[in-house]
């Protein structure tokens, strides 16, 4: 990453913001279409991965299209990025992932924020959380190394699926997770529910640089 840290941080910052615009917006939309809680999951489920492909691809060569605390925390443990670019990093994400929501709600001319009254707690949803992410870390860096040119499609496909194979619809991202808290749409969180899903992310991405390193097969952090 060779670009200036105000221009990484801007391209963290709007990248964020763009992914809760379609995590929010595709919800919001989808919710408006149909009455089929499936039908619906699927529609957020597409939006999203397909969002999160592009951005990457789009967003990388500028900042590495982290777009999440959890990346950023393991890129810092691996020394790929210095902990003070680190620490903007994620206040940018997550100052991006709000305005994404505040947008998303002005576009359906719904008020700008909304805390989500969506109850997501549990043993089985955190631990849905902790898989989710775990695998979104390994796919980043096991795909960084060996299909780095194919690594924004891998993670755009492994989130859609997770979508669907994790109890919590896969929120992977710290980032998201707070955003998802001001909207009371399809995509929301209770606020008191957010922090148990934190943790489970950052467990499940420390695990994934610990299960990675063991089998070898780890590229350098993005």
Do not use: K
């Not at 105000?6 to 149909?34: C, K, N």
């Not at 505040?102 to 955190?126: I, K, Y």
């Amino acid at each position: 990453m060779t670009a200036e840290l105000p221009r990484r941080l801007a391209a963290e910052a709007a990248g964020t913001a763009f992914l809760v615009i379609a995590v929010v917006g595709s919800g919001i939309m989808a919710e408006r279409l149909t009455a089929d809680a499936a039908l619906a999951l699927l529609c957020n489920a597409v939006a999203t991965g397909a969002a999160l492909a592009v951005l990457i691809a789009v967003l990388g060569p500028v900042s590495g299209a982290h777009l999440n605390p959890a990346v950023t925390l393991v890129a810092a443990l691996r020394r790929a990025l210095p902990p003070r670019d680190a620490a903007f990093y994620v206040l940018a994400q997550v100052a991006g992932g709000i305005v994404g929501t505040l947008l998303a709600h002005a576009m359906f001319e719904l008020p700008l924020v909304a805390l989500s009254q969506q109850a997501r707690t549990g043993g089985g949803q955190w631990l849905a959380e902790g898989l989710a992410t775990f695998g979104l870390v390994a796919v980043i860096l096991i795909g960084g190394g060996s299909r780095r040119d194919a690594l924004p499609w891998l993670v755009g496909l492994y989130i859609t699926g997770a979508y669907w194979f994790t109890a919590s619809t896969s929120f992977a991202n710290p980032a998201v997770t707070l955003a998802r808290t001001l909207t009371d749409t399809f995509s929301g969180i209770r606020p008191l529910d957010a922090p148990g899903f934190i943790a489970a992310q950052c467990v499940g991405a420390l695990l994934a640089v610990v299960a990675v390193r063991a089998l070898g097969a780890s590229s350098r952090a993005r």
